[in-house]
């Protein structure tokens, strides 16, 4: 059964740099998605994309964030300048669109910002 | 702003019984609806989708929808101690790339 697959699983970085979480979503899905979740709490929507662009994005998704498409499998969320609070398990999701909307999540890259 | 409640629990059960997790949603436009499972440090694992008044079944498992009462509700029936997760009710206006808005989860204990 086709998956959403994300590396890495485990990033540790210092507080100011910039980390790339790459996500492989599930090959004929249109729509992908950034998700995270701060430990003990909610899963919160990041940004949504499709058709090669930005189509949706939550107050989170603020300018030190970003999303990319490089090439035709992977998706990338770019975080320019981490900080503490950055620190969360970061979801990737992909649907095929739709009147289901069902969305598809991948293990997930768990960033800790020291 | 969209909100989705969920009682956090413990909801505690004993392996065999019914199982019984509710939400609610403040969105009236709300279009799909869907119960994720998530387990410690897991990623969210799709169990049920409901987009129509009424219920669906899915082998242990059934979604029920109130849209004039804006209530989701899950039942597993014959509870495993496999089903003691976190359940995570998620909500979607039913626009084309818009977020799920996700409640906080109901721990599920099934005790054996």
């Known amino acids: 059964e086709p998956e959403v697959t994300q590396t890495p699983s485990h990033q540790v970085t210092q507080m100011g740099q910039e980390v790339i979480l790459r996500c492989v979503p599930i090959?004929?899905?249109?729509?992908f998605y950034w998700y995270r979740q701060i430990l003990g709490q909610k899963v919160e929507f990041l940004v949504s994309f499709y058709n090669n662009e930005i189509s949706e994005k939550s107050e989170i998704f603020d300018d030190q964030f970003s999303v990319e498409r490089p090439d035709g499998s992977n998706f990338t969320l770019k975080i320019r300048s981490t900080k503490l609070e950055d620190s969360a398990m970061y979801f990737c999701?992909?649907?095929?669109?739709?009147?289901?909307?069902?969305?598809?999540f991948g293990p997930g890259t768990r960033l800790l910002v020291l | 702003q969209k909100e989705v409640e969920q009682n956090s629990g413990p909801l505690s059960v004993p392996e065999g019984a019914i199982a019984s997790l509710n939400c609610t949603y403040s969105d009236r436009g709300s279009q799909s609806f869907f119960w994720y499972r998530q387990y410690s440090g897991k990623s969210p694992e799709l169990i049920m989708s409901?987009?129509?008044?009424g219920d669906k079944e899915d082998g242990r498992f059934t979604a029920q929808l109130n849209k004039a009462s804006q209530y989701v509700s899950l039942l597993i029936r014959d509870s495993q101690p496999s089903d003691s997760a976190t359940y995570l009710c998620a909500v979607h206006s039913g626009g084309g790339a818009d977020g799920l808005t996700f409640g906080k989860g109901t721990h599920l204990i099934i005790q054996p």
């Open positions: 409901i987009y129509s008044n």
């Open positions: 999701a992909s649907g095929a669109g739709g009147p289901e909307e069902t969305q598809y």
């Open positions: 090959s004929n899905h249109l729509y």
